[in-house]
């Protein structure tokens, strides 16, 4: 299995809801990530995992927060989320450590809030 | 640190044409390099990565890259462009030290393919 998956594939959530959004792999790879793309943008790195912990956040506001219950699956809970929040949500993972090659992307949750 | 520099953020070619897409990288170490593709409302794709060895890398769909450490580039070409190949591209490097590290992207480069 070469493939990072990630559910919902598109999500339309109130600015008072609750959602969380998921990504799986099985390819054995201790690093997890979250990224946001805006429209015409690069990727903007949210969260890194490393081996399950908590590595990486780049001042990412509360109302986003990750949770990597297992080296498998990585979760983005979402709550009182801004329309500018919108965007299209990137799940990736890769290995650790020297010799380490590129990520594997999933293809994406893309989040309207309205 | 490390950075990415795409020139161009519209490249248009005809069917057919020669695909080159520039990418110059900034590292204070040896870098692993990478191009992705996006296709409109997916993921990334990786197309080829540079991490160590042979200075030309054959990538997916036809596609190549030069890593040339003289130049800090890290060129993507394709000999004769397809229609398929319309889509957004994405240089990134990476630190070739340890740990879980992010890949820094480019500004990206749209690819439009004449007929």
């Known amino acids: 299995d070469t493939e990072v998956t990630q559910t919902p594939k598109h999500l339309v959530m109130g600015m008072t809801n609750k959602k969380s959004l998921k990504c799986e792999q099985h390819m054995g790879h201790r690093a997890m990530y979250w990224y946001k793309q805006k429209a015409k943008k690069p990727p903007e790195l949210m969260f890194v995992?490393?081996?399950?912990?908590?590595?990486i956040n780049e001042s990412v506001p509360s109302r986003f927060s990750p949770e990597c219950p297992n080296s498998s699956l990585l979760n983005l809970h979402l709550h009182a989320l801004q329309p500018e929040d919108s965007a299209l949500y990137l799940c990736?993972?890769?290995?650790?450590?020297?010799?380490?090659?590129?990520?594997?992307f999933g293809s994406g949750t893309r989040l309207t809030v309205v | 640190a490390q950075s990415v520099t795409q020139l161009g953020s519209h490249v248009s070619v005809s069917e057919g044409a020669l695909v080159l897409l520039r990418c110059n990288y900034s590292?204070?170490?040896?870098?692993?390099l990478f191009w992705y593709v996006q296709y409109p409302n997916q993921g990334l794709q990786l197309l080829l990565k540079?991490?160590?060895?042979?200075?030309l890398v054959k990538g997916i769909n036809g596609f190549e890259a030069e890593f040339k450490k003289s130049e800090t580039s890290f060129h993507l070409t394709k000999p004769s462009a397809h229609m398929s190949d319309a889509a957004e591209y994405f240089c990134?490097?990476?630190?070739?030290?340890?740990?879980?590290?992010?890949?820094?992207f480019g500004s990206g480069t749209q690819l439009t393919v004449l007929p």
């Open positions: 990736a993972s890769s290995q650790v450590g020297q010799g380490a090659g590129g990520y594997t």
């Open positions: 995992y490393s081996y399950e912990k908590l590595s």
């Open positions: 990134a490097v990476r630190l070739s030290s340890g740990s879980a590290r992010q890949l820094t």
């Open positions: 590292s204070s170490v040896p870098p692993y």
């Open positions: 540079y991490t160590t060895g042979a200075t």
